[in-house]
């Protein structure tokens, strides 16, 4: 099995100390194999921002995959950056990072997928480009490597349809997301058979709360089982606070005891 500790929305510029601090010390307590970021890394875009970001980055032991969210595009008030360069400041302080962002080994692949559309302020998609993207980087993985994809944006309709259809029909076991500041962690079941696992983080380090506390997910997983820890804070430091677990039956995967 792999462990993904999987962390969303910190909004560096809109950050407690104390929550950084506690959180980079959770991580290192806890050892995941794999840290990923689905978006949001700060709050206006700025170069300040981003350079707290990627201390942050730079203080992490395991390897990091990421994605950006809304709040790291060009703002709006800057039109012109925002239409024709949406990314720079993204691509500049994080030149490692490139989309689609990829980890994998003989047990986990993990595919982060870019949702951010530099037209819209907060919204993002699922799209045909991103499936392609899927159809290429899954071609000869085998059957017996667990499947995670991870995106800003809760998954929206690609084409129309169900929304995680096409995410299920690439045999994807779970779907990492965030931008909504709240936890969900529960099972999708599309209407033609098939499912898989969201799970959506809340804000692992910001001030920008949403009625829930701060948080982040520590997800065990292999092809057959996945558990799903919730990381909340106390006030003091993270510990669990809920526990889901979930197995494979068939092509589905359903919620166990």
């Not at 692949?109 to 392609?132: F, V």
Request: aromatic share 6%.
């Amino acid at each position: 099995m792999r462990t993904v500790a999987h962390l969303s929305d910190l909004h560096f510029g809109r950050t407690d100390p104390r929550l950084v601090g506690a959180l980079l010390a959770d991580l290192d307590r806890t050892q995941p194999d794999l840290v990923a970021i689905s978006g949001d890394l700060t709050q206006r875009a700025r170069s300040n921002q981003f350079a707290e970001a990627r201390a942050f980055l730079d203080r992490l032991t395991p390897p990091v995959v990421l994605v950006p969210g809304n709040h790291d595009l060009s703002p709006l008030y800057r039109p012109l950056n925002r239409l024709l360069r949406p990314r720079d400041k993204f691509n500049r302080h994080l030149p490692r990072h490139t989309f689609p962002s990829v980890w994998r080994d003989q047990s986990l692949i993990a595919i982060g997928l870019d949702s951010t559309r530099p037209l819209r302020w907060k919204s993002g998609a699922l799209t045909d480009t991103h499936l392609d993207e899927l159809d290429r980087l899954l071609a000869n993985i085998a059957p017996d490597v667990a499947r995670m994809v991870f995106l800003h944006h809760p998954p929206a309709a690609a084409s129309g349809g169900h929304p995680y259809e096409a995410l299920i029909a690439h045999g994807i076991d779970v779907v990492l997301s965030g931008h909504a500041h709240h936890t969900r962690v529960e099972p999708i079941i599309a209407p033609t058979g098939g499912a898989l696992v969201l799970v959506q983080a809340s804000t692992a380090c910001s001030t920008r709360l949403r009625g829930e506390s701060n948080g982040y997910c520590l997800i065990r997983l292999d092809r057959h089982l996945i558990e799903v820890t919730v990381q909340g804070w106390n006030g003091d430091h993270f510990h669990p606070m809920r526990h889901h677990r979930f197995i494979k039956q068939g092509a589905d995967w359903r919620r166990h005891p």
